[in-house]
């Protein structure tokens, strides 16, 4: 691991400081500046030439600010001679802006990824993208991790008796069919449309619901409205309560006030891919850092990132031993 050198914005350092603890490597030190004119500059204060640079910086709010120090962060990385340069994306924002839906409207995630390759990016390591389209918007790879193993993992040591799972859209459904796989329960879906960005509309409900627990599997809370109007479905429906687990737990706005003190909800489970709220004590949170770590290990050796998720695939059955069987052992 000697020539694997892995830095961090600010976004998230102590997910960055998780990875490195797994990889048993330094995090090594940056110095972003911020200039009186309002300019960013990144220095990276570590030896980069001829090494396997990894940058790991989620985009959250503020969005754009921790965008740009990425982009300065692969840019001094391709100036010093880095053999290789690999952003590290936990979370990428831009996911959501996949598609022209609207006249005249920008596109977002290929914009982005055009940017990261026009700073010097030679990879892209992320999970869970909103929209698994944007995966082709890259020019370079990508290696795509996803969380559903580990959510999993959390429910298993539950009671998972008359329980259903249940995505609030269409889109989700093909996800949450393979999270309901994983723990052996049925699956249901909401009929959703989006009519702004904090109001959805969920007319109906794909499954039986009836008389079950639900637990709600979405990829991204931000605000959290989704979900509240999927509750109140699966209340009109008769379901009995509700677990809410995501990949990306954004909580922004009254997202924490809406599901902390809903009635129906017993716990939200979501992983470190982005910060967590700090007065949010109740909510449960799952490190996918030896992910991470693991993807950044194959990716250094020239090993299959893919086939960490051989257990994950719910067509192969009986599940293989995969490194989440090996981290709980």
Same mark, same amino acid.
């Given at each position: ?21 797994? &990889? #048993? ?6 110095? =972003?500046?911020?200039?009186?004119? !309002? ?12 090494? *396997? ?21 692969? !840019? ?21 802006? !996949? ?22 990016? *030679?990879?892209?390591? /992320? ?15 990508? *290696?795509?991790? $996803?969380? =559903? ?11 998972? /008796? ?12 093909? /996800? ?7 723990? #052996? ?22 499954? !039986? ?55 129906? =909800?017993?716990?939200?489970?979501? $992983? ?10 109740? &909510? ?14 194959? =990716? ?15 067509? &192969?059955?009986?599940?293989?031993? /995969? ?7």
């Amino acid at each position: 691991m000697r020539d694997i050198v892995v830095f961090s914005g600010s976004a998230h350092r102590a997910l960055a400081r998780r990875i490195c603890d797994a &990889l #048993g490597v330094d995090l090594s030190p940056a110095d =972003i500046t911020r200039f009186s004119n !309002d300019c960013l500059q990144a220095q990276l204060l570590a030896n980069c030439r001829q090494r *396997d640079v990894y940058i790991v910086q989620p985009l959250v709010p503020p969005t754009q600010e921790h965008l740009m120090e990425l982009l300065l962060m692969v !840019d001094a990385a391709r100036g010093a001679s880095a053999a290789q340069i690999t952003a590290v994306i936990p979370h990428y924002a831009y996911a959501r802006s !996949d598609k022209k839906d609207a006249s005249r409207i920008s596109l977002g995630g290929r914009l982005v990824a055009d940017m990261l390759v026009a700073a010097g990016v *030679d990879r892209v390591l /992320t999970m869970t993208l909103h929209a698994p389209q944007v995966h082709g918007f890259f020019s370079v790879p990508v *290696d795509h991790l $996803t969380a =559903i193993g580990v959510l999993a993992d959390h429910f298993r040591s539950g009671d998972l /008796t008359n329980s259903v799972v249940v995505s609030p859209d269409l889109g989700n459904a093909k /996800t949450a069919t393979q999270f309901a796989r994983l723990l #052996g329960l049925p699956v249901a879906a909401g009929s959703k449309q989006r009519l702004a960005d904090d109001r959805v509309i969920i007319d109906s409900i794909v499954g !039986d619901v009836t008389g079950k627990r639900a637990i709600v599997l979405d990829d991204e809370i931000a605000t959290g409205g989704s979900i509240v109007e999927l509750l109140e479905r699966l209340r009109d429906l008769g379901c009995t309560g509700a677990d809410v687990a995501c990949t990306h737990g954004l909580f922004a706005g009254k997202a924490v006030e809406r599901l902390r003190d809903h009635p129906m =909800i017993g716990e939200v489970v979501t $992983t470190d891919t982005v910060p967590a709220p700090g007065h949010w004590p109740e &909510l449960q949170v799952r490190s996918v850092a030896q992910l991470f770590a693991e993807a950044i290990k194959r =990716i250094h050796a020239g090993e299959s990132v893919s086939s960490l998720f051989d257990g994950v695939d719910p067509t &192969l059955s009986p599940p293989q031993a /995969t490194l989440f069987d090996k981290v709980r052992a």
